[in-house]
T-cell receptor, first 115, second 113 residues
């Protein structure tokens, strides 16, 4: 089945370390997103990309960077991890059909703990 | 920009009763409104959506209604079951393809046996 895959599923890292979260999709969607989820704060957008040459900041991009290596791959990096970046991270994809926007497909998530 | 509010933040119902979650949005140009269900430890999944040219949509026990004049939309779950227990998120799409969904903060629904 076409899907959105995130690696790793869980990661514990130390403060100051650089870490990369990876996302790949087989849905053929052109748009990819990274969200962060904290308890009680819902889903907050970090970065998004509408195609391989397009990268845009979301509402909470400070401390993060992204790379869109191919239509199917979108990676999120924490340049120097800090404890308040401990959260659940979701990658999502969507297309932009003739009817307008369509819903997201989310990856299974990466639970990141920074100690 | 678009702002989405969602109420209530938590909701407990008895099994078999109905549950209603309401969202309001600020941008009258928003034209697409999906609802996501997130079970504990799992990814959010799209359960139903509605576009601005439709007032109501049903899928078995769930339905969504949209009031464009008042700028609110609601999720209705009838005959609730324990497996309906989850966090539900609403979202609004601002109507311009260069923009993104704006999510509500979520509602934690508990269905009590």
């Amino acid at each position: 089945d076409a899907d959105v895959t995130q690696t790793p599923r869980n990661r514990i890292t130390k403060t100051g370390k650089r870490i990369m979260l990876e996302c790949s999709q087989t849905k053929g969607h052109d748009r990819m997103y990274w969200y962060r989820q904290d308890p009680g704060l819902g889903l907050r957008l970090i970065y998004y990309s509408f195609d391989v040459k397009d990268i845009n900041k979301g509402e909470i991009s400070d401390g993060y960077s992204v790379s869109r290596q191919a239509q199917a791959k979108f990676s999120l990096s924490l340049e120097s991890a800090i404890p308040n970046q401990t959260a659940l991270y979701f990658c999502a994809t969507s297309d932009s059909g003739p009817g307008g926007a369509n819903g997201y497909t989310f990856g299974s998530g990466t639970r990141l703990t920074v100690v | 920009g678009e702002n989405v509010e969602q109420h209530p933040s938590t909701l407990s119902v008895q099994e078999g009763d109905s549950a209603v979650i309401k969202c309001t949005y600020s941008d009258s140009a928003s034209n697409y409104f999906p609802w996501y269900k997130q079970e504990l430890g799992k990814r959010p999944q799209l359960i139903i959506d509605i576009r601005s040219n439709v007032g109501e949509k049903k899928d078995q026990r769930i339905a969504v209604t949209l009031n464009k004049t008042a700028k609110h939309f609601s999720l209705h779950i009838t005959e609730t079951q324990p497996e309906d227990s989850a966090v539900y998120f609403c979202a609004a799409f601002p109507g311009v393809l260069g923009q993104n969904f704006v999510f509500g903060p979520g509602t934690r629904l508990s269905v009590l046996p």
